[in-house]
C-alpha cells in the first residue's frame, strides 16, 4: 500500500454531550491538510445537550460551503445512549476509507497528528497504528489526574501480559486501522462502553496483525470540562481485559 493505493480516511467521532467542544473539533478535523479524502463520520450517542443540533446544522451545510472539498461528511443520530463502543462500531460499519481513524469529540487529542499517525499503514509498516501519550517526555503532556494515570498503566501492563500486544498506551483515543484489519476484527466487537479499547487490543493480538505506536500531544481535560470516564469504568476494565484476552475466542 501507498499513498496512491489509500485515498479516503474516514474519522470516526463519536459524539454525546460534547457541544462545547464539537464545532472546534470539527473545525479542526476539517483543516488538517492530507494527501487522501476525509470521510468524517460524526455518531451521536443520543447526547442530551446542543450537540445534536450542531451536526444537524453540519449535514445541511454543502461541502463546498465549509471551504474543504476533500472533506465528507456522515452524521449517524442513534436512537439512544449506548456506549462509546457502540457508536464506534456503528462508525466502522459506516466506514468506506482505505484507513479507518478514532478521534474524541473533545480537545484532549490534536488532529494535526494524523499524517505521523497514518504513515505507518501508508508505507505497509503497520496493520494498526496506536498514538501514545506517555512516549513524549512527560511535561509536553498535560495529565490531569496521577491515579488515573497509575491505574491506566497497571491495566496497561494488564493488557500487555495477556494480549501479547506490548503498548505504552493501550487506553489511547487515538486508534487506526486498515481497512482490511478492521473488516476482520469488526465481526467480533461485542463492547457498548469503554471496554471497546481493551477489546480491539485483544483481537489485534488474536488476529497476529502487526501494530505500531507513535508518540502523539495530549492535553487532559478534568470532569469539570467534561470527562466521562469514572472509577466505575476503571474498575469494569479489570474484567473487560480478562475476559476479551481469556475467555472470548
Given at each position: 500500500?501507498?499513498?496512491?493505493?489509500?485515498?479516503?480516511?474516514?474519522?470516526?467521532?463519536?459524539?454525546?454531550?460534547?457541544?462545547?467542544?464539537l464545532?472546534?473539533?470539527?473545525?479542526?478535523?476539517?483543516?488538517?491538510?492530507?494527501?487522501?479524502?476525509?470521510?468524517?463520520?460524526?455518531?451521536?450517542d443520543?447526547?442530551?445537550?446542543?450537540?445534536?443540533?450542531?451536526?444537524?446544522?453540519?449535514?445541511h451545510?454543502?461541502?463546498?460551503?465549509?471551504?474543504?472539498p476533500?472533506?465528507?461528511?456522515?452524521?449517524?443520530?442513534?436512537?439512544?445512549?449506548?456506549?462509546?463502543?457502540?457508536?464506534?462500531?456503528?462508525?466502522?460499519?459506516?466506514?468506506?476509507?482505505?484507513?479507518?481513524?478514532?478521534?474524541?469529540?473533545?480537545?484532549?487529542?490534536?488532529?494535526?497528528?494524523?499524517?505521523?499517525?497514518?504513515?505507518?499503514?501508508?508505507?505497509?509498516?503497520?496493520?494498526?497504528?496506536?498514538?501514545?501519550?506517555?512516549?513524549?517526555?512527560?511535561?509536553?503532556?498535560?495529565?490531569?489526574?496521577?491515579?488515573?494515570?497509575?491505574f491506566?498503566?497497571?491495566?496497561?501492563?494488564?493488557?500487555?501480559?495477556?494480549?501479547?500486544?506490548?503498548?505504552?498506551?493501550?487506553?489511547?483515543?487515538?486508534?487506526?486501522?486498515?481497512?482490511?484489519?478492521?473488516?476482520?476484527?469488526y465481526?467480533?466487537?461485542?463492547?457498548?462502553?469503554?471496554?471497546?479499547?481493551?477489546?480491539l487490543?485483544?483481537?489485534?493480538?488474536?488476529?497476529?496483525?502487526?501494530?505500531?505506536?507513535?508518540?502523539?500531544?495530549?492535553?487532559?481535560?478534568t470532569?469539570?470540562?467534561?470527562?466521562?470516564?469514572?472509577?466505575?469504568?476503571?474498575?469494569?476494565?479489570?474484567?473487560?481485559?480478562?475476559?476479551?484476552?481469556?475467555?472470548?475466542?
Amino acid at each position: 500500500m501507498n499513498e496512491f493505493d489509500c485515498k479516503k480516511l474516514s474519522i470516526i467521532i463519536p459524539v454525546y454531550n460534547e457541544e462545547r467542544t464539537l464545532r472546534k473539533l470539527i473545525n479542526a478535523v476539517e483543516a488538517v491538510s492530507l494527501p487522501l479524502k476525509k470521510e468524517i463520520i460524526l455518531v451521536d450517542d443520543g447526547s442530551t445537550d446542543g450537540s445534536r443540533e450542531i451536526l444537524n446544522q453540519l449535514i445541511h451545510i454543502p461541502t463546498s460551503q465549509v471551504g474543504y472539498p476533500q472533506v465528507e461528511y456522515n452524521v449517524v443520530f442513534l436512537d439512544k445512549n449506548m456506549g462509546k463502543g457502540a457508536a464506534t462500531k456503528r462508525g466502522f460499519e459506516e466506514a468506506a476509507g482505505d484507513i479507518i481513524l478514532i478521534q474524541d469529540a473533545d480537545l484532549e487529542y490534536n488532529p494535526q497528528e494524523y499524517p505521523n499517525l497514518i504513515t505507518p499503514i501508508i508505507e505497509n509498516k503497520a496493520d494498526v497504528v496506536y498514538g501514545s501519550r506517555f512516549m513524549k517526555p512527560e511535561q509536553k503532556n498535560k495529565i490531569i489526574y496521577k491515579s488515573g494515570y497509575l491505574f491506566s498503566q497497571a491495566l496497561n501492563w494488564m493488557s500487555n501480559i495477556l494480549s501479547g500486544v506490548k503498548l505504552t498506551d493501550m487506553y489511547t483515543c487515538y486508534k487506526v486501522f486498515s481497512k482490511d484489519s478492521i473488516n476482520q476484527i469488526y465481526p467480533h466487537l461485542k463492547s457498548k462502553r469503554f471496554g471497546i479499547d481493551p477489546e480491539l487490543t485483544a483481537w489485534i493480538g488474536k488476529l497476529h496483525f502487526k501494530v505500531i505506536e507513535v508518540p502523539i500531544s495530549y492535553s487532559g481535560r478534568t470532569y469539570q470540562d467534561g470527562k466521562k470516564i469514572n472509577w466505575k469504568d476503571g474498575l469494569a476494565a479489570i474484567w473487560h481485559i480478562i475476559r476479551f484476552n481469556l475467555f472470548i475466542k
